[in-house]
């Protein structure tokens, strides 16, 4: 149930763990730190930030600027504050300010290659059901990995040919 902009950011931040944990390192609240850098960097490049942001003057301009970048506001003000573009007390007031509601959420992204796959699956008529014994998952774990990623998560209904009589 998190916003649109959360989910970005927690994607990205699993993206860096995938990525900065390929050969072991740090561990704990260290990589936890490190993933969420990996993920600030990689969805608000530093050189985009820096050229579109170069002071804030405002909580309201971090909610015009978070559209740009589709993160959260408390997203774009930690980027922010690490790139020294905004004080600390700036930051802090963003934090409790947003928190726990983000401001002019975007609306839930849809998944245009699952569909793509999953039509062309359906097409084919492969289930879910099929689907989940060929990934050896539970159907409802399948059902649960693609609920809201395309906006019909279940195969199209099939009719049946209807039989003359001459």
Do not use: C
Not at 58 to 65: L, N
Not at 67 to 88: I, Q
Not at 153 to 158: D, E, K, L, T
């Amino acid at each position: 149930m998190k916003s649109t902009e959360h989910s970005r950011f927690d994607m990205a931040h699993e993206l860096g763990h995938l990525i900065l944990r390929k050969h072991v390192g740090p561990k704990g609240r260290e990589a936890e730190t490190e993933a969420n850098l990996f993920a600030s960097a990689f969805l608000m490049p530093h050189a985009d930030v820096a050229a579109r942001i170069p002071f804030i003057s405002s909580v309201k301009q971090i909610v015009a600027a978070k559209k740009r970048w589709g993160v959260s506001a408390v997203a774009l003000a930690y980027r922010l504050n690490k790139l020294e573009r905004m004080t600390e007390w700036q930051y802090i007031q963003v934090n409790r300010q947003y928190r726990t509601k983000e401001p002019d959420p975007m609306a839930q992204e849809r998944s245009a290659v699952w569909k793509m796959v999953l039509s062309e699956l359906w097409r084919d008529g492969i289930s879910r059901t099929h689907l989940a014994r060929q990934l050896s998952l539970p159907i409802e774990e399948v059902t649960n990995l693609l609920f809201g990623l395309v906006e019909e998560a279940a195969p199209p209904q099939r009719s049946k040919p209807s039989l003359k009589i001459i």
